[in-house]
């Protein structure tokens, strides 16, 4: 079913450029709130020393833009706003504005912040890539990761219309709804937050574990995570992944049930990036340092269990979620009710934030992300996948900010490889042979 769904959806009318996005993912124009005051931007501060701060290692300037999804891994951007850390290493006129969608965050990317965009943001794993090679971009932008935000943490949430099917890490049962739809002439929906990216991917591979061919199956739609249960409560799909707090905000008005955890299909998956344009960082590298310092201090700060309460009430804020508390706080403490009977106190499939080397970029999850857009046509099937890793992916950066935290030598990985990969269908994915992975692969576009 390569055709867009006649089906109707609630797009949110008070957010700029919203209404265009779940169709294409294309927008245009600033659509950044801010939530931390103005900056001119076509000027950027000189930066000044603040305490503690070595004058040789101050910031090249004082200012920068970050944009953020209201989704609860952005929650190390906020907190090292709300908690003052990016002032802490010389970094005082951040500001972090709130985005409608992720082809919002990626136009405002393009534009950069003297464009009146931004500089960086907490972003979908995959989406620098596709930026850097320019094929979800107007022309090629060099991007770099600086940062894994956080691993776990997302669902694959289904209608309460098949709460009877019980539908699980087993995709195949998808297959009675099929049979279904097809006697009543109705088309299928998938939900996801952008093509290409990782819950798009979480989707996709759900779906072929289970013998169904996401291209052909079923329309595989992108809607943004805010409105996903609006979407679901009319009936505009069947099934949609995305991440927290929407799955939970599903199950607490009865309007659908988790599928699974993302940390059941494939334990401590990376998930969300912190990026920044790579012109920026490369003209200050010792801001880029200095806020990847802010950030890894507030993943930290986040991860502790003691911090798990505060952490909900600041980003349930009007001014960042305008989302209740008992959405979020839950299954950030890994306590999860799946809305269909089954519940579970796992925080090994809960979302993480800086324990397990949840923070470090590492360069072999990159690779499969790769594979995985080649597996779906988004990305051609010769790409040069390690040159553009090394391109990308600055875990160098990560490993300095880490050593001027003082972060414990046994924090930081040695390595930029996590090693073989196993998902929860017996799949292994081993980053030295990308290709062997793509050649196994039974349901595949590539």
Not at 33 to 62: F, K, L, M, R, W
Not at 396 to 419: H, M
Request: net charge negative; aromatic share 8%; hydrophobic share 40%.
């Amino acid at each position: 079913m390569s055709k867009i769904s006649r089906r109707k959806f609630i797009i949110t009318t008070g957010t700029a450029a919203a209404a265009s996005v779940f169709i294409h993912g294309c927008t245009s124009g600033n659509n950044a709130d801010s939530e931390s005051g103005s900056t001119d931007a076509t000027t950027t501060p000189a930066a000044t020393p603040v305490a503690d701060i070595n004058p040789e290692d101050a910031p090249e300037v004082t200012a920068a833009k970050l944009g953020f999804i209201a989704l609860t891994d952005s929650a190390p951007l906020i907190i090292a706003k709300e908690k003052g850390l990016f002032d802490k290493y010389g970094m005082t006129e951040v500001e972090i504005l709130k985005q409608a969608s992720w082809p919002v965050t990626r136009d405002n990317m393009e534009l950069g912040s003297k464009g009146g965009g931004i500089d960086g943001a907490h972003i979908l794993s995959p989406m620098p890539y596709l930026m850097s090679l320019g094929t979800i971009t107007k022309q090629p932008l060099p991007m770099y990761i600086l940062a894994r935000l956080n691993t776990n943490g997302q669902g694959i949430s289904v209608s309460k219309e098949y709460l009877d099917l019980k539908i699980g890490t087993d995709s195949s049962k998808m297959k009675e709804i099929f049979a279904k739809s097809r006697a009543a002439n109705k088309q299928l929906n998938a939900a996801m937050t952008f093509p290409g990216g990782t819950h798009d991917l979480w989707m996709r591979y759900w779906l072929a574990a289970g013998g169904i061919n996401p291209d052909t199956d079923i329309s595989v739609i992108p809607v943004p995570p805010p409105q996903m249960v609006a979407n679901m409560k009319i009936g505009a799909m069947e099934t949609f992944c995305v991440g927290e707090p929407w799955n939970a905000q599903l199950v607490n008005q009865n309007q659908g049930y988790s599928a699974l955890v993302t940390g059941e299909l494939w334990q401590d998956h990376p998930e969300k990036a912190f990026a920044m344009r790579a012109d920026w960082v490369d003209a200050n590298p010792k801001a880029a340092k200095a806020m990847t310092m802010a950030v890894l201090e507030a993943q930290q700060w986040c991860d502790s269990p003691e911090n798990h309460q505060e952490m909900c009430e600041i980003v349930s804020q009007d001014k960042w979620f305008k989302v209740p508390v008992e959405d979020i706080i839950d299954r950030s403490q890994g306590k999860i009710d799946y809305g269909d009977g089954r519940t579970v106190e796992d925080a090994n499939i809960s979302m993480k934030f800086w324990r397990d080397n949840a923070s470090y970029p590492y360069k072999s999850h990159d690779l499969w992300f790769l594979a995985e857009n080649i597996r779906w046509g988004y990305i051609p099937a010769d790409t040069d996948m390690s040159t553009l890793v090394d391109q990308v992916n600055r875990s160098d950066i990560w490993k300095e900010a880490a050593e001027s935290l003082g972060v414990p030598e046994a924090e930081i990985p040695t390595s930029d490889s996590r090693g073989v990969e196993t998902f929860f269908d017996g799949v292994k994915f081993d980053p030295a042979d990308p290709k062997a992975y793509l050649d196994g692969l039974k349901i595949k576009k590539a």
